[in-house]
Structures are given as C-alpha cells and as structure tokens.
C-alpha cells in the first residue's frame, strides 16, 4: 500500500512508476475515489458537529441530521470499499538505479563470485546422485504427496538439517533474533505482506480449518505460509516501536508451502520447484530512511554471500528489474547458484527492500524522541531454503566415483565428511 498523498501530488510520475512496474491500476479512478471519499468524510464529521450542538427541543432536526448522516455513512462505506482494494494494488516507487523492464531479460548482472569447476568425468544431475546414493526419492515422494513431491534421506535429510542449523546459528551470531513462527496464518498477515492480492493464487488455503474451543466450526479463512515473512512481519502489526530499538533484525526458521500455480511446465523434473521445503528467513524493521534501509539491504545481501562462499559454492547476483521486482519492492538483489546439471545459475535468494509499503498495509510505527510517529521501513532475505540448495550442493561437490564431499564449514554437524 502505497501514499495517496504522493500519488495526488504526483501523479504523473507515479502513472510512470505503475506502467514501469506493469501493475493493472486505474490511477485515475483510484484518484476520483479519493476525493470523493475525502468530501464524504468532511460532510459527516460537518453533520457531527451540527448534531452535537442540538438541543433536546429540536427534535426534528436531529431525525434529519441522523438521516442523512446514514445515507452519507452508506454512500462512504462503498466508496472506501471500492478505494482500500485499490490501495491494496498501489506499487510502490522504485530506486534511481533499478534497471527499467517488463520482465527478467532487463535484469542486470552486478556481480559474479567463485570459480566454476571444470570436471574430468561426466557429471550427474541431483536426481541421479540422489538415487544412486540413496538420499533422495523422488518415485515415492510423488507416490505419496502428488506431483512434486519428494523424500530426503539418510545422508540427504541430515545434509538439509546441518544447513539449516548452521544458518540459524550464523544470524544468532549477526544479532538476528530467532523464532519459530506459525505456517498456518489468518488473511491478514498475507494482506499485510503483500502476498494478496499479488500471488494470492500460489498460496494454499486450508480446506477444513478446524473447531473453536465451544465446538463451533472456523469460519475465518486459514492459509498456509509460503515463507515465514508474512508472520515475522504480523508480529509487530498495529504496534509502535521506540526509535532507540530499531532496528529489529529477526530471522525463522519454518516449512514453507506453495502450489506453483504460476510456473505450470517449468523445473517439474528434481527439487529446483518444489510444493513444500525448508527456510530460514531474514527480516528487518528500520527507521524511515532510503539511506539506512538500503545498508541493511546490503548487509542482508552479505549474509547471504558468506554462506554460499562457506558452501564452496559460485553464485551471481542480479539487480531486479522494474517488471520483475513486484509491486512492494523498492529494490531488489536475486542471488543465483552455479547448478552443473542445468549448464546455468539458479535463484537461491532474494533480498528486498520495500521501504513503508508493508508497514503501512500492517500499521507497523515507530515513536521517536519528540514523540512523532512514522512507518517504519522493512526488508526481507532468504538465509537459505533447502533443498533447492542441495541441486548445487552435490553437483558441485560430487567426485568422479560417485561420491559427494561436504563442504567443510558442515562437517562438525554431521557424523560423516563426504556421501558415498
């Protein structure tokens, strides 16, 4: 949710912004809509005045004022209806140096890192040294839970933990508070995120929400979480923070669960795109200011960084175009990994910054010393999700008699130094 007050004064450039962005916004309508329902709130706050200065001897008076007050009331409640779901699709602007284009092929490569190994036999893909090893089923996963799905084992399942384990101790160590937060979330949190109205169709909605304490059905929607980022941020909906706290860095671990309705076709073959995996996630809740919320946006980035470059693992990173970014970005970093088998890089992670477009969606302020309130600013990075992480894992790290060495910074969390 973005500033009505910057799209009144600046419409022109914001119908750049929503055409750069390619958002579906009929900023005209949205802007007709603001005035009306900013002349209906002033004539019944006017009707408001009037009433509270009658006296009990007019009493006819009164029966017209509250009349027209309710058709005034009725008239405001469709038009904010009308309004708030437009609000709830208003992108937010994007930085100077994001790339301007429709769609991933505008992406800009910053950076490359890490050298790509040349090898002396004829590799396997993930999906081969998983069956091979033992490690991973992929026939049995899809037996059990459908298309896409999957077992790790032995090895394979210890392998995903000791990553995840090693990644939630390094952000304890970077200052990052920890939880695990809920996978089942009430509509709200994803409204507050921006998952919806954007991408509502990736997310599962659960069939049989279950019983209330007197017996009563759950009639409230219940989704399930596709990152723990929409319940990070829920904790700290309609609360105002002291300027002095800031900034809360918190980070989870959770399950994570998406349908991948959106990329029918694409990856159906190994763990690349996947329904359900595990993620540790980054969040951070900053002060008003572009300057300080972009250094957390690079010092999110390098978090990142230093666990692939512990993983022994080349990676890229691209800056995000206008088309690709979403509409809450303000700028965005996609980390992608070296996979062998794929001959290419793949996304890893992602780190965003979206200045007040949550916060404002969740009513997240902060209090400063004088006493003024202001939205706070918030990013978000994926620490690591697995097991996409282990496609580049065991390719890169496979050795000629089908083996696969671990990389050293894991093995004082497993009871083995290599899957053979």
Not at 241 to 255: I, Y
Request: glycine fraction near 6%; include cysteine; charged fraction near 30%.
């Amino acid at each position: 949710m973005f500033d009505i007050k910057f799209i009144r004064e600046n419409k022109e450039k914001y119908l750049e912004i929503v055409k750069n962005k390619g958002v579906d916004l009929d900023v005209e309508k949205l802007l007709l809509l603001d005035k009306k329902r900013r002349d209906l709130i002033y004539k019944t706050e006017e009707l408001k005045k009037e009433q509270n200065k009658l006296n009990k001897e007019e009493i006819e008076k009164a029966k017209k004022i509250k009349e027209e007050f309710k058709v005034l009331k009725e008239q405001l409640n469709s038009i904010e209806k009308e309004y708030n779901s437009l609000m709830l699709i208003t992108p937010n602007i994007y930085s100077d140096d994001t790339p301007v284009g429709k769609d991933e092929k505008s992406n800009v490569e910053i950076l490359k890192k890490g050298e790509i190994r040349k090898f002396d036999f004829k590799i396997k893909s993930h999906i081969e040294l998983g069956k091979d090893l033992d490690i991973i089923d992929i026939e049995r996963g899809v037996k059990t839970s459908g298309f896409r799905g999957y077992y790790l084992k032995n090895e394979g399942a210890l392998l995903s933990l000791a990553l995840m384990w090693h990644c939630i101790l390094k952000m304890k160590e970077k200052g990052f508070s920890f939880m695990i937060p809920p996978t089942l979330l009430r509509e709200f949190a994803l409204v507050g995120s921006g998952h919806f109205p954007f991408g509502k169709e990736e997310i599962y909605q659960i069939a049989n929400p279950g019983k209330l304490a007197n017996g009563e059905n759950v009639t409230e929607k219940t989704y399930l979480a596709g990152t723990s980022e929409p319940s990070l941020l829920a904790y700290f909906s309609d609360l105002i923070l002291e300027e002095e706290k800031l900034p809360v860095k918190v980070c989870a671990f959770s399950n994570c669960y998406r349908s991948e309705i959106g990329s029918y076709g694409k990856d159906t073959k190994g763990l690349y795109r996947i329904h359900e995996f595990m993620k540790v996630e980054q969040v951070v809740l900053c002060k008003n200011s572009i300057e300080e919320s972009n250094f957390w946006l690079e010092e999110m980035r390098k978090i990142s960084e230093e666990i692939l470059q512990e993983l022994e693992l080349p990676y890229r990173i691209l800056q995000l175009c206008t088309g690709d970014m979403g509409a809450g970005k303000y700028k965005m970093y996609d980390i992608e990994t070296w996979m062998p088998s794929r001959n290419s890089y793949g996304e890893t992670h992602s780190d965003s910054n979206l200045t007040d477009w949550q916060s404002r969606r969740l009513n997240i302020k902060y209090r400063n010393k004088k006493g003024e309130k202001f939205f706070a600013y918030t990013l978000n990075n994926t620490v690591i999700a697995s097991p996409r992480i282990l496609i580049a894992i065991l390719e890169n790290h496979q050795e000629k008699n089908g083996s696969v060495k671990i990389p050293k910074v894991l093995t004082k969390y497993l009871p083995f130094d290599k899957i053979g």
